[in-house]
């Protein structure tokens, strides 16, 4: 599953310069539930990837794995974009 959100570079005012990114960058380090190391492994665990990346006019927020564990996945990515830790 994929998101592409209107998120992208070419929203940010000159004094937000690089937030977008910042903020991508964040997502990868954990969740209020899970912190970093925690949710790799478990990401790892199930044979998923996750992706997340910043371009001038979006933002894409993915993740990848097996069909039976789309549940999981879905919830994890989830969990990831709507509680981010941002430690």
């Known amino acids: 599953a994929t998101l592409l ?5 070419s929203g940010e005012r000159e004094e937000e310069a ?3 990114r910042l903020t991508a960058s964040l997502l990868r380090r954990g969740t209020l539930r899970r912190d970093a190391t925690r949710l790799a492994e478990e990401i ?3 044979g998923a990837t996750l992706g997340v990346a910043i371009d ?25 974009l709507m509680e981010p830790a941002f430690d």
């Open 56 to 80: 001038y006019d979006y933002a894409l927020a993915g993740i990848s794995g097996l069909s039976r564990d789309a549940g999981t996945l879905l919830e994890t990515l989830a969990e990831i």
């Open 18 to 20: 690089g937030l977008a």
């Open 44 to 46: 790892e665990g199930l």
């Open 5 to 9: 959100l209107p998120a992208g570079v």
